[in-house]
């Protein structure tokens, strides 16, 4: 799972992509490390165009996830688009994209601790974006803040193409790079969606040094 990425482009990038997109972030610091229930930024549709907030990441959980649990933490990445859970938040007003110029993947060897792979379009990250679905919820994520009110989001994954299949062979993000993607992602018909669940052709993605 795809649980840490980073946005080191500016909202300037960001808007680029969107024409007359309402841009409600604030002051968007270079984002290195973004963990699961950070607040990051994410483009929804809105009533008058697209627009850009801060949202929390990790959409509800399913009922069953939940069972014996006081908090949800939420759930980061979407695979299942088929689940009643997640069939409801596919329509065009609750679908989303969410800029990045990296993310990573863990790699897990026998005898070797746990340690992230970073994955990028090209060695000077280029702004790209994750297919997601947002929600407006109310829920306990720490138990320390009680009930609270959040827009969530989360975004899809597929099958790994071959580089991130080399360190996590289960899954990798829905990744859009151009704007008729992301447009297309945004507009199509809920039908349609499967069809745009797909990895990145094989030698899109190379691996990084998180310190560059």
């Avoid at 990441?57 to 997640?86: C, E, Q, Y």
């Amino acid at each position: 799972m795809c649980n840490l990425y980073s946005l080191t482009k500016g909202q300037d990038a960001i808007r680029g992509w969107f024409d007359g997109i309402n841009d409600q972030a604030g002051n968007l610091p270079p984002m290195p490390g973004i963990y699961p229930d950070y607040p990051a930024p994410v483009v929804r549709h809105g009533d008058g165009g697209p627009v850009l907030e801060m949202m929390r990441w990790g959409m509800p959980s399913p009922a069953f996830a939940l069972k014996g649990k006081k908090t949800d933490r939420g759930v980061t990445n979407i695979r299942n688009i088929a689940s009643p859970h997640w069939r409801r938040w596919l329509v065009r007003e609750h679908r989303c994209v969410v800029p990045f110029t990296a993310f990573s993947e863990p790699l897990n060897r026998p005898g070797e601790r746990s340690r992230p792979i970073w994955f990028a379009l090209g060695e000077d990250r280029p702004l790209a974006f994750f297919a997601g679905v947002w929600t407006q919820w109310t829920s306990v994520r720490k138990l320390k803040d009680g009930e609270t009110t959040d827009n969530l989001y989360g975004f899809l994954t597929t099958e790994p193409n071959a580089e991130v299949g080399a360190v996590h062979p289960k899954a990798m993000p829905v990744i859009l790079t151009t704007p008729d993607e992301v447009h297309t992602w945004l507009s199509a018909e809920t039908a349609d969606l499967p069809a745009l669940q797909r990895p990145l052709p094989d030698g899109a993605l190379q691996v990084i040094d998180p310190e560059d």
